[in-house]
């Protein structure tokens, strides 16, 4: 079964500094990685994706993600934070089988920019 | 485009009550899902559908009902509400999986408390 994993809870960072919130995943087969964010009391909108290709990607408001295979990881980095990235970031996975189309979601993390 | 639209936004129902979450779409996605996110938790896929009048549960589907009678919507039931549902509901959509996947698109949420 797939599984995704976030360690950090909640990520405190000033603002202008660089921020790396990381993921891991579980899969014996090829998955699609997604980063998302919540802002308070909505729903979620894509940051970025990966689905094949370059293992470095970049996504909406200055946030790049890189795919690591031998490590299973697909950590979401910002070189400086704005107040405005606040919010709760959700990294995602969907398996490439026949079996659907079904995101499986970390817990996710908290980024509280800070002044 | 108006998107994923959920009704109602909020809701209070008592112990043993019933209600359905609206759900509609207007990007002709074929894909359709229920999530529940619970603080700490993360999402939890409830139910999904990959087209008019097929459906599949998800990871905690007990306590739901879904149908899908039209592509644009995917009413959720609660047929004896519990204090355990007590949850945000969100609904999305995409358009397919496999080598064709894109990311879900999610409505707002629906905040239900069950006391």
């Known amino acids: 079964a797939q599984s995704v994993t976030q360690l950090d809870s909640q990520v405190p960072v000033f603002e202008e500094a660089p921020v790396e919130l990381r993921c891991n995943y579980s899969?014996?087969?090829?998955?699609?990685l997604f980063w998302y964010v919540q802002y308070p009391n909505q729903g979620l909108q894509l940051l970025l994706k990966y689905l094949s290709g370059s293992t470095l990607v970049k996504g909406i408001n200055g946030f790049e993600a890189e795919f690591n295979k031998s490590q299973t990881s697909f950590h979401l980095r910002k070189p400086s934070v704005h107040i405005s990235d606040t919010a709760e970031y959700f990294c995602?996975?969907?398996?490439?089988?026949?079996?659907?189309?079904?995101?499986?979601f970390g817990t996710g993390t908290q980024l509280k920019v800070e002044l | 485009n108006a998107g994923v639209t959920q009704t109602p936004k909020f809701r209070i129902l008592k112990i043993g009550q019933s209600m359905t979450l609206q759900c509609t779409q207007d990007m002709n996605h074929n894909y359709m899902y229920w999530y529940r996110q619970d603080p700490g938790m993360g999402l939890k896929l409830i139910y999904y559908s990959v087209g008019a009048g097929i459906t599949d549960k998800g990871e905690v589907p007990n306590g739901y009902n879904v149908s899908r009678s039209t592509t644009e919507d995917f009413p959720l039931r609660l047929e004896l509400a519990a204090p355990s549902q007590t949850s945000v509901y969100f609904c999305?959509?995409?358009?397919?999986?496999?080598?064709?996947?894109?990311?879900?698109?999610f409505g707002q949420g629906t905040r239900l408390t069950v006391v």
């Open positions: 995602a996975v969907n398996l490439l089988t026949g079996g659907g189309n079904k995101l499986t």
């Open positions: 999305a959509s995409s358009t397919s999986g496999g080598m064709d996947m894109t990311e879900a698109f």
């Open positions: 899969s014996s087969v090829s998955v699609y």
